[in-house]
Structures are given as C-alpha cells and as structure tokens.
C-alpha cells in the first residue's frame, strides 16, 4: 500500500534520525541453522477453507524436534511486498510461519474485501490451534504471534485484539483505515486514495473502488487501527514505520497502544514503505522480537 501521498496532507511528522551504529545481526538472520536429519525444517502447501471463498496458505516448518512457537505472517493490499525473507528468517530462528493469501486476492477463491481479510486473518488464528493441525505441525499453541505489513498490520492487530491467547504482536509501517478516511475529507487526500485503489486491483477479484472505500467509512469503529491497538491490551506489541511510507499513521496511533500498553515500542525507520534498504534490520527486529515472546534453542 502506498499512500504516504495522504498523509502529506497533514499526518507526516519530523524525522526520526538513522541507527548511529550498526546493531550485531541475530544469527538466524544470515546464517543457516546446523541441519537437523531426523527433523528437517520443511514447508507445505494447502487451502484453509473459509465461508465464501478459501485461503491459498504454506506453513514454513521449524527444525528440531517438539512443538515450536508460531508467526502467522499477513502481507499489505495487494501484497507485491510477501515478506517471506522475514518467514525464512523466523523459521531459522526455530518458528513455524504461516503465510496466506486473502480470499479473493492472488489466486485464493472468493470475493476481495477489507471485512474478508479481517475475518480470514481471524480464521487463520483458530486454524493454527485446531488440535488436528497444532499436532501436525507441531505447534505450540501458548505461543504464536501475528505479524503483519501495511494494510496485513491492520488484519493482525484486529485479530489479536479479538483473540486474547495471541502472544505478540508485530506491525510493519501498518495502515490506519482511519486515518484514510480523515484525508478524504480534501479533493487531494480523495484522488490519492482513487489512484492507490485504482493501482492494487488487478489481483484482487472482484474488488472495486467504491466497495472498499464503503467499508472503511461506514464503519468506523471497526476500522479504527488505533483503537484495535488499545483493545489488545498488556501483551508484547513493536511497531516498526517507515519515514518514506506511512511512518506517520504508526505514530498517531502508538499513542493509543501506549495508553493502554506503556510497555509499546516504536520505531520509525528512514526507508520507504517496503524497508527496501532495510529488510536486513527489519528481519533482524522481528526476530528479536519473537524471541522476546518466546526464546527457541537454535
């Protein structure tokens, strides 16, 4: 998603400045895992299916043998960006990671929709503690975490707001539907918001303009990042911006995590929406993070 044409309308805000130094790298960031013969890190292939449509889903499988902590990781609108360096990198760090696509969107059956993604980033975290597939894939149910990047972070606060056994939570330059809706108001916010929609559809099946502006402005209350972000509450929460992406949406509404969870942690990165010159860092911070919530022998 990139809209940071709206929130130069009034949303952006100084620079936070680069890192001085350059941090010691996690292991699992750039280094294989010694291999593991009798339990091999692996990766499937399946559909979870969802009321009106499915999810075109691969679980990235930990090595080692016993249960593992689990990511589920949800990519932005439309999802060029799939993150999946940051899957492998877990995965090193001994993480199962589930990646999806939206019904609707790239390949997966059914109709695209802001409310569709919000429900399919919730099934995907009851998917992952059905006891059939916890067993399967030797999760450790005590212990996932949702990440997710651009619009994806505002599917997994809102399900980790709804689900109160998720254990982390790690957003990537997330959108604030709100915040959008505040910069249609002006003719410039309204035609930056047409050509970011105009520019994401084409792998998204039936999506249109004025259906998914109609979600975020008929219902605030559930569009509300910053209001998603004060009802998940006490639990481990890092929003990691981006100063030439939406870094000012994860500012506004850190103040509302903040007020609820003093313990959030923010960031915000000189580097575009996508971390283009920074996947090494943001990797290495997501890994971090994760072993925060859940140490793992690597």
């Known amino acids: ?13 100084c ?3 680069a890192m001085a130094k350059a941090p010691v790298v996690h292991p699992a960031v750039i280094a294989d895992p010694r291999p593991d013969a009798a339990h091999p ?8 299916p969802v009321e009106g449509g499915a999810l075109n889903a691969v ?40 990646t999806l696509h939206y019904r609707g969107s790239w390949g997966s059956p059914g109709t695209f929709s802001f409310n569709g993604a919000s429900n399919d980033a919730f099934a995907a975290l009851q998917f992952l503690q059905q ?11 005590s212990a996932i975490v949702v990440a997710g990047h651009s619009m994806g972070g505002f599917m ?37 918001w047409k050509a970011e929609v105009a520019s994401d559809l084409p792998p998204l099946h039936g999506a249109t303009y004025e259906g998914l ?9 559930k569009f509300d990042l910053g209001r998603k972000l004060a009802g998940y509450g006490r639990r481990p929460l890092t929003i990691i911006g981006a100063e030439r992406g939406i870094g000012a949406m994860a500012r506004k509404v850190t103040a509302d995590a903040q007020a ?31 072993a925060g919530v859940a140490p793992t022998m690597r």
């Open 156 to 192: 997994a606060a809102d399900a980790a707001a709804a689900e109160p056994r998720v254990a982390g939570l790690f957003l990537i330059d997330p959108w604030d539907p709100a915040q959008t809706v505040a910069a249609l108001a002006s003719p410039q916010g309204e035609a930056a």
């Open 41 to 48: 890190a692996g990766m499937s292939a399946f559909v979870i």
């Open 260 to 290: 609820a969870n003093p313990d959030t942690r923010l960031m915000v990165w000189p580097t575009d929406h996508s971390f283009s010159d920074s996947r090494i860092a943001l990797a290495d911070a997501l890994v971090r993070f994760l």
């Open 15 to 17: 620079a936070t400045p």
């Open 131 to 141: 006891p059939s597939i916890a067993n399967a894939y030797h999760i450790d149910t």
């Open 59 to 98: 679980m990235y499988t930990a090595a080692g043998a016993g249960i593992h902590p689990t990511l589920l990781l949800l990519h932005g609108f439309p999802g060029n960006e799939q993150n999946l360096d940051l899957a492998q990198a877990a995965r090193r760090a001994g993480w199962n990671v589930l």
């Open 1 to 13: 998603m990139r809209i940071a044409g709206i929130l130069s309308l009034g949303l952006m805000s």
């Open 213 to 221: 502006t109609g979600e975020i402005t008929s219902d605030g209350q």
